[in-house]
């Protein structure tokens, strides 16, 4: 047992006595610290190129294996971390990700590379309804397209069997704005509103009007259970861009002879009224429905809506604008395929509703100073790429 502790320790003292031998003498015989060597020379890593996928409409993402990039350095011990984006394998958004990879060497030089993942999602079939990232389609249940109440607008010719452009028998428009017949064209696979101010006022009624719109009727009627969807791009002016709906009142009897209205979207492209209300009009999708001129004080009347921002001005771009009208008391909205609100309307909505695309003027959004029609007639357009109605079966 001595002989082993004594050969212990022995081991011990060579051990300490290696590593306590850091100092030189220096040229006048005093001791120097001895420098260490300094590492000049920084790892190297690569990335793979970008890479691009695509899903369907209803996708959310997509799981994406790279190859992990690996770094490399003159010595050993370099460590390669990923700093930034998601994992090889991992499901990776609609949208870009931007994934680095760094390589930190012993002496602690770091060098970083990086790659985008872009997933892009396909624009859903026009055989179906414009749904993003949701399906709300009910189990066992299929939408079927109403050719009577959709167009797609793509043959320059106004389908005078769908459409009613204008009614000089019913509704002219709410003064300054009067609906005029040549406001209304199709061409360049749309259907194009152009609002222009008239060389001269026109007196109808005891009202002035001062400027065009239009009001494109649906011929056909529409029912509970459809939903309803448009592709529109709004004019730059104070007049309107919608997307909406009414009955025929003097079509009802008893209780039934009062007014319904689902308005999907009422947006203007430049706000000129101060009330509170009007000021985010420019930029967002508002919606309401109405119950008035009742003859039974057992109908309720009202109003009942909302809204939500776009993100960008209503003329900016196209934006898709729909709505489910699931059954008597409960209608959704969508935006860009999107549902964003649900409203229950103050009366039953159970009367047939026609479709209406109209340019008009708003007693809140009054006509500007300088008439309002400055722009250039894009500008003073309201286009319609498509209108679709779907039917459940």
């Known amino acids: 047992m001595l002989k082993k502790a004594l050969y212990f320790k022995l081991i011990t003292f060579s051990f300490i006595t290696v590593n306590i031998m850091v100092a030189s003498c ?11 060597p300094v590492d000049n020379v920084d790892p190297t890593i690569t990335c ?5 996928e695509t899903v369907d409409a209803l996708s959310n993402g997509k799981a994406i294996t790279y190859t992990i990039p690996v770094g490399s350095d003159d010595q050993p011990g370099a460590i390669t971390s990923q700093t930034e984006g998601l ?3 991992e499901v990776f958004p609609v949208g870009t990700t931007k994934n680095t990879f760094q390589v930190k060497d012993v002496t602690g030089n770091t060098v970083s ?3 985008n993942i872009t997933v892009t999602r396909d624009e859903p079939s026009s055989n179906l309804p414009y ?5 709300p389609t009910p189990s066992g249940k299929t939408w079927h397209k109403v050719e009577n109440l959709s167009d797609e ?12 452009n204008t009614d000089p ?11 005029k017949e040549n406001t209304v064209t199709e061409a360049d696979d749309n259907l194009k509103l152009t609002a222009y101010q008239l060389d001269t006022p026109e007196i109808v009624n ?13 011929k056909e009627a529409a029912q509970v259970g459809y939903y309803f969807e448009c592709r529109m791009k709004a004019n730059k002016t104070f007049m309107s861009s919608t997307f909406w709906l009414i009955n025929n009142r003097n079509d009802g009897v008893g209780c039934d002879k009062r007014v319904t209205e689902l308005d999907i979207q009422e947006c203007v492209g430049q706000i000129t009224g101060t009330a509170n209300f009007a000021q985010n009009f420019d930029e967002a999708i508002h919606s309401n429905t109405h119950s008035r001129q009742t003859d039974c004080t057992g109908t309720p009347t009202g109003s009942a809506g909302d809204n939500s921002e776009i993100g960008s001005k209503v003329w900016a771009g196209y934006h898709v604008y729909g709505a489910w009208w699931k059954s008597a008391t409960e209608i959704e909205f969508y935006l860009d395929g999107k549902k964003v609100y649900t409203v229950t309307p103050k009366a039953n909505f159970d009367l047939p509703l026609y479709l209406r695309m109209v340019v008009e003027t708003y007693d809140w959004n009054p006509v500007p100073s300088d008439g309002g029609m400055t722009g250039t007639e894009e500008e003073r357009t309201t286009f319609y790429d498509w209108v679709r109605t779907w039917e459940l079966k």
């Open 26 to 36: 220096s040229s006048d015989g005093n001791e120097a610290e001895k420098e260490e």
């Open 48 to 52: 793979v190129s970008d890479i691009n």
């Open 87 to 89: 994992a090889s394998g």
């Open 113 to 115: 590379c990086s790659f």
């Open 131 to 135: 749904f993003i990232e949701v399906d």
């Open 153 to 164: 607008f793509s043959d320059s010719n106004f389908d005078e069997s769908k459409w009613l």
């Open 169 to 179: 028998n019913r509704w002219i428009g709410r003064a300054p704005g009067i609906f």
């Open 206 to 218: 005891g009202n002035t009007f001062t400027h065009a719109g239009s009001n494109i009727y649906s």
